[in-house]
């Protein structure tokens, strides 16, 4: 589904959410139960990229300054081999301190498997899917590799989604926050 | 050595987000060490993106 907040006066927002919310398979309703997790392919389009995947993953990430600002929760997970891997493809930008610290101050960096330095980024992501999942979680795995989470897809409370997707998130949040949707409108800016 | 680069991401002096006057999103600098804040930085269009893009394409890291 191709939907854009461009454009669209902030009172005609809440179509769209009611939209997204009757979506088979869509993002699960329970936010307080739900947590998210995003891999190396969000970093990558995040950074370096410019198609409109990747410009709702920068607009998902300018999402999450504001709700640290508003002290509101809303768990976002990386697994540190998601950034180990990102390393090994020689990232520059992965040595950078800002990037270090933006990246620490938006999302929980976290390391699924002590013991283990050399997992799989993916393998990562479905072991922290999988524990969380036992405790009753939703988890929403954002990515643009869908490929790689074929086979956790069929767990129950798994969601795998892609940037554009959580446009849903977006426009719930921009129904609060005006300036986010100035944000999203740079991004998206051909009205 | 795997450790070690693990090691690297375990950053404790993290941004907090605030906001001036305008109503504009910021970034605030803590000092490592303290609690004092010692610098306040307004996000250009409220973007944490486009102000890390900038200072990765400034230091030639993009």
Redesign the interface.
Known sequence: MLLTIRCIPMVTLKPIINLFEQQKGSIPKDKDKTKYIIDKSFIEAWIEKNDDDSKHAKVFSDLIAFIKRKKLPLDVFIPIDCLLALKKDNKKYVENEDFKRIISSLFTIIEVDPEDSDLKQEESIKILTKAYVTQGYNIVIITLNEKLYEDIKKVSNVYIKKPDEMLFIIACFCSMFPELTQVYETWFNSC | M??L??E????S???????NEE???M?VKNETHSNISVIKET?P?????????K??RD????
């Open positions: 795997a450790k680069d693990k690297e991401w375990l950053v002096n993290l941004y907090d987000f605030e906001e109503g504009n999103l970034i996000l269009n409220n973007s944490i993106t486009k102000y890390l893009v200072r990765l230091r030639k890291q993009l």
